[in-house]
C-alpha cells in the first residue's frame, strides 16, 4: 500500500511538486530512511534533503521526530521548521 | 470553557472577537495582534508576506496549542485566528485574545498561545519583494527558546 508524502514551502520548491504516493522498499523503516532514499533519486529531492538539520515531519497530521517509525503511516509530510504567528 | 480557533485567507474584526470574550463574564481580557511588518530599511524592496499552510494539519495543531492553554490557565474562554495567502504590509496575520476572571491569567495563556503558535502550528512566512525575487522566513532561535521555556516552567510546577 502506498504513503501520500507531502511537501511544504522550499522542500516544495526545490522537489517542483507538493505531494506523491511512494511505495518505498520494506528497509525503509524510519523517516530519515525515507529521507535518505528520496534524495538518492537526485536533482532537486537531493537538494531539498542536503541538511537534516532542516527539515522536520509529521506523520498522519502529527509533528513527529525524524527517528520515528513509518510502519502503518499513511501521509507523511516533509517540511522547514514552521515560521507562523 | 468557550474556544473559537479559526485557520481562514480572510482578515477579521478584533472588536467583534473582543466583545464575544468581554461578555463571558470575566474581569480581564487580553489579546495580541500579529501585523505584517511594513516600512523600514531592512524591509527594501518588501512587496508581500506569503503565508502557506497544511490543510488539515493546521487546524488541528491549532486546536492542540489551545487545548494546552485552556488546561493551564483557568480560561472563560480564548480566540485564536491565523490567516493563510497573502498579505501586504499592515495587514492583520493573527489574533490571540484570552478572557479569564483575573488579568494574570488572561495576559499569561495570551503570550503562551502566541510563543506557542510560532513553533507549534504549521505555517511557513515567505517575504516577497517588489524586483519578483522571494526568501523563505527562517525559525529563529529566539522563537524556538521562548516557546521551550513555557515547557520548562510547567515542568517546574507553575503554568
Known amino acids: 500500500m502506498g504513503i501520500a508524502i507531502l511537501y511544504f514551502a522550499w522542500v516544495r520548491e526545490a522537489i517542483g511538486r507538493d505531494g506523491e504516493t511512494i511505495d518505498p522498499p520494506a528497509d525503509v523503516r524510519d523517516v530519515a530512511a525515507l529521507i535518505d532514499w528520496l534524495a538518492a533519486r537526485g536533482g ?3 537538494e531539498a534533503f542536503a541538511d537534516r538539520a532542516r527539515l522536520r515531519c509529521a506523520i498522519d497530521q502529527r509533528f513527529a521526530p525524524l527517528d520515528a517509525p513509518i510502519e502503518g503511516a499513511t501521509e507523511i509530510a516533509l517540511f522547514p521548521p514552521v515560521t507562523g504567528g | 470553557m468557550s474556544n473559537r480557533v479559526l485557520v481562514q485567507a480572510a482578515d477579521f474584526d478584533i472588536g467583534h472577537e473582543l466583545a464575544r470574550l468581554e461578555a463571558l463574564g470575566g474581569g480581564g481580557v487580553a489579546s495580541f495582534t500579529g501585523v505584517v511588518r511594513g516600512g523600514g530599511d531592512e524591509n527594501g524592496g518588501f512587496a508581500a508576506l506569503h503565508l502557506e499552510a497544511y490543510p488539515g494539519m493546521t487546524q488541528r495543531a491549532l486546536d492542540d496549542v489551545a487545548a494546552q492553554a485552556q488546561a493551564r490557565w483557568p480560561l472563560l474562554g480564548l480566540t485564536l485566528i491565523h490567516r493563510f495567502g497573502t498579505l ?3 495587514d492583520r496575520i493573527v489574533l490571540v485574545a484570552t478572557a479569564a476572571r483575573h488579568r494574570g491569567a488572561a495576559l499569561d495563556a495570551c503570550a503562551f498561545l502566541i510563543d506557542w503558535t510560532k513553533t507549534r ?8 519583494f517588489s524586483d519578483g525575487t522571494a526568501r523563505w522566513i527562517e525559525q529563529t532561535a529566539a522563537d524556538a527558546s521562548t516557546a521551550a521555556d513555557w515547557d520548562a516552567s510547567a515542568e517546574h510546577g507553575r503554568p
Do not use: L, T
Request: charged share 20%; hydrophobic share 45%; no cysteine.
Open chain 2, 88 to 90: 501586504f504590509a499592515g
Open chain 1, 44 to 46: 532537486g529531492y537531493a
Open chain 2, 121 to 128: 502550528a504549521p505555517f511557513w512566512k515567505q517575504e516577497r
